[in-house]
Structures are given as C-alpha cells and as structure tokens.
T-cell receptor, first 111, second 116 residues
Framework: AQSVTQLGSHVSVSEGALVLLRCNYSSSVPPYLFWYVQYPNQGLQLLLKYTSAATLVKGINGFEAEFKKSETSFHLTKPSAHMSDAAEYFCAVSGNNDMRFGAGTRLTVKP | DTEVTQTPKHLVMGMTNKKSLKCEQHMGHRAMYWYKQKAKKPPELMFVYSYEKLSINESVPSRFSPECPNSSLLNLHLHALQPEDSALYLC???????????????FGEGSRLTVL
C-alpha cells in the first residue's frame, strides 16, 4: 500500500527564513504526490501536486517541491517565510481510488 | 472561495438524535469523499463514491450512513453517535476517480460535529 511519512510534527522558522517541510513516500509504483495546507477551522487547500510531468513542481504562495526518486522524497520548500504561512501542512499520496495523508507538520513563523 | 459547500458548519447533537451532513459541488466531478478529522490529526478516509456508487467504505461503523443522490450531492446520515465521534467532517470531490492516480481533491470547509 502507498503511504507517506512526514518528518517533524512541528517546524518553527523566523519570518524571512527558508521553510523546509519533509515528506517521504513508500510506493511500489510511480506515486502521485500532493501537498495541502490547512488553516485553523478550515478545509484543506492544494498547494501543489506531482504527477510525473516534472520533478520540480511549483505551487501557490511561493511554495515548491522536488520529487527525488532516489531518496523517495517530496520535500516542500519556500525561500522566505511569511507570517501568513503559519498553518498545518499535509503531504498526501493518491492511488487505488483514495488519497492518504501524512500525519501533518505544523509550521510556526516567528516575527 | 471553496467550490465544495458543506452544511451545516457546526452541529451539536445528542447520542439519540438523527442528523445529516450535506455536501454539494458543481464542478462536474464524478468522485466524492467523506473524511473524518480529529484535532491535531490528519484526515482519515471514511467513504468514497465514484459515479454515484459506493466504492470504498473504510470499515466505518453503521451509525454513519452515506448517501449520494446524484453526482453533485453527498450526504452523511448520523444516528446514535458517540462522544468520540466528535470531529471535523470534511467532504471532497475530484475530477476523476483516484484509481487513475491523477485526481486532486477539492475540499469543503468542513462540518464541525459535537456529540454530547
């Protein structure tokens, strides 16, 4: 079964610093991978998705992720954090008619 | 603004009540989903409908009963719930069945359920 593991339940950065949220996948076939963001008391919003077209995927709000097959990773990055980036981030993998989420990483941005 | 609409946004019910959660989308998507999310946890898949047919039931207790009247609507009927069922219930839809592995999910803002 396909699954994703997010390393680090909580990441704290200063405003303007690099954001790096880690996600590793487990899949016997090429995976379809996603990053979602959830703000308090809201649903999930798609940040970006990997569907094998390109290994470097650019998303909304300045986020991007790189698919690395050799490392089975799909880490999310943003060069400069904003206060508005504070939220919960979920990595997800789709397949077999469903979508499964990682445990989530809470991003805190300090002024 | 989300294109998946869930009602009600908040629901408080007793353990003997019968209530329903409703979800609607007008994006022409043919797959719809119910997820349950507890505080500080990821969404957990409950049900998947593909072309109005139930395709996945993740061993959800029978006190949760899904219904898909048409391709735009998805209901979740609730009866005899327990306090531990209190959670955020998220509805989602996708353009294609995730069996193809290409569908992204569009989520509603959720219905927050409290069972007393």
């Amino acid at each position: 079964a396909q699954s994703v593991t997010q390393l680090g339940s909580h990441v704290s950065v200063s405003e303007g610093a690099l954001v790096l949220l880690r996600c590793n996948y487990s899949s016997s076939v090429p995976p379809y991978l996603f990053w979602y963001v959830q703000y308090p008391n809201q649903g999930l919003q798609l940040l970006l998705k990997y569907t094998s077209a390109a290994t470097l995927v650019k998303g909304i709000n300045g986020f991007e992720a790189e698919f690395k097959k050799s490392e089975t990773s799909f880490h999310l990055t943003k060069p400069s954090a904003h206060m508005s980036d504070a939220a919960e981030y979920f990595c997800a993998v789709s397949g077999n008619n469903d979508m499964r989420f990682g445990a989530g990483t809470r991003l805190t941005v300090k002024p | 603004d989300t294109e998946v609409t869930q009602t009600p946004k908040h629901l408080v019910m007793g353990m003997t009540n019968k209530k329903s959660l409703k979800c609607e989308q007008h994006m022409g998507h043919r797959a719809m989903y119910w997820y349950k999310q507890k505080a500080k946890k990821p969404p957990e898949l409950m049900f998947v409908y593909s072309y109005e047919k139930l395709s996945i039931n993740e061993s959800v207790p029978s006190r949760f009963s899904p219904e898909c009247p048409n391709s735009s609507l998805l209901n979740l009927h609730l009866h005899a719930l327990q306090p531990e069922d209190s959670a955020l219930y998220l509805c989602a839809s996708s353009q294609v069945s995730l069996a193809t592995g290409t569908g992204e999910l569009f989520f509603g803002e959720g219905s927050r359920l409290t069972v007393l």
